[in-house]
């Protein structure tokens, strides 16, 4: 901590030479001085000053000589959210950062400063705990780990995390203070945090645990596919954060159907089986029944030549029939196909036709499985 600048002690200095030789080199006589007695210098003390916020110090401010006239000076703060300053030199630490406090003589403006360097506060840090809502995590399963550092306001909270990695695996989160710790595998297993601050530590102890599966759910049960045809099945496991809900797949008759790991089935000829799914925990096994078609290779299509609209109205019912080949391709999907008016319509179960308009309708059958087979072209006349 400086006192006083070298510029105050050269003008101290001077000023006692200057006295010193009125006193030996004046005349015998004393001279009555002049009335106005004018500032020739100006110190204060220190020149520097290292603090913490809310600290506070007070600058010594000597105005020479000390019978000056008028002794009044101003006082005032570069940056007062730093360092604020009082009319009588107190000075007042506000916040991190750098002041200069300057000082002037209202006669003949001799100025001094004080430069002001303030440092936040570092509060200790006395101590740490693990915060957690649970002492038990299921294998495969994830917690949130959070270590609090005491007191709230410690300046360094910075922490180190440390865990069996064998048996926990750790993932940062945006808060350093929080971690996320998931189980590996069952049994024991502990988590200690470190401060960096004083070296603070504690621990929490886990139980890593299994959920087992209690069942298994299947859908479809039933399942229809023609020749080169595919199909999912899609599984369930219970409950549904098991720790191994592994399905293992398999086919009863792979001439017939063939299912990956996915339950995704492949028919490959005519026939019937059964695809199964087992859970590998617990052995729990569903069935789902594949059968598969043919795919068509002809298909035949006949119709009424004539409708009469006024027999349609009184509940006369006309019926397209046709035939696919081979007949145990009869099952496969398919669909109408019509040109011209959209006001024709045939259930393609019943084979009925529905009317709304009097004209020519043309219509065939379509397979939908693949085969590309379509029929013959049928043509039916609505007349009045």
């Known amino acids: 901590m400086k006192l006083f600048s070298y510029k105050t002690a050269l003008r101290l200095s001077m000023l006692a030479v200057a006295s010193f030789m009125m006193v030996t080199c004046g005349d015998d006589e004393p001279k009555p001085g002049p009335d106005v007695v004018h500032v020739t210098g100006l110190g204060i003390s220190p020149i520097e000053l290292n603090m913490v916020v809310g600290e506070t110090s007070q600058l ?29 030199g107190l000075v007042t630490a506000v916040g991190e950062g750098t002041s200069t ?59 180190e995390w440390q865990y069996d990695h064998s048996y926990l695996s750790v993932t940062p989160t945006s808060d350093p203070l929080k971690i996320k710790v998931k189980a590996l595998r069952s049994g024991a297993a ?21 959920v087992p599966v209690t069942g298994i759910d299947i859908d479809p049960k039933e399942m229809t596919l023609v020749i080169g045809g595919t199909g999912t099945i899609t599984v369930t496991v219970k409950p549904a954060n098991a720790t191994n809900p592994t399905i293992n797949w398999s086919t009863q008759n792979a001439s017939i159907a063939t299912v990956n790991s996915s339950g ?30 043919p795919k068509a290779t002809s298909a035949t299509l006949s119709g009424p030549a004539t409708i009469s609209r006024t027999s349609y109205n009184n509940g006369t ?61 049928v043509t039916t006349n609505v007349v009045n």
């Open 60 to 88: 010594e401010i000597v105005v020479l000589p000390d019978n000056a006239t008028n002794k009044s000076y101003t006082i005032s703060s570069s940056q007062p959210a730093v360092a604020k300053v009082s009319a009588t």
């Open 101 to 159: 406090i300057t000082v002037k003589t209202d006669d003949g403006g001799y100025t001094e400063t004080c430069n002001v360097t303030v440092s936040n506060k570092t509060v200790s840090v006395t101590g740490v705990s693990i915060s957690c809502p649970t002492s038990e995590i299921h294998v495969y399963e994830e917690v949130e780990v959070t270590a609090v550092v005491k007191p709230e306001n410690a300046t360094n909270k910075e922490v």
């Open 190 to 210: 502990t988590v200690r945090v470190v401060t960096k601050d004083g070296g603070y530590a504690a621990t929490k102890s886990f139980m890593l645990t299994t």
């Open 264 to 293: 995704v089935v492949t028919a490959k000829s005519s026939g019937s089986t059964y695809i199964e799914a087992k859970s590998a925990d617990g052995g729990y096994l569903k069935q789902c029944k594949v059968t598969v078609y």
């Open 317 to 377: 019912k006309y019926y397209a029939k046709w035939t696919i080949s081979p007949s145990a391709a009869a099952n496969n999907p398919f669909h109408f196909e019509f040109e011209g008016s959209h006001s024709f319509g045939i259930d393609k179960t019943t084979g009925q036709i529905f009317v709304s308009y009097m004209g020519e309708h043309k219509y065939r059958l379509v397979m939908d499985d693949g085969s590309g087979v379509k029929s013959n072209w």
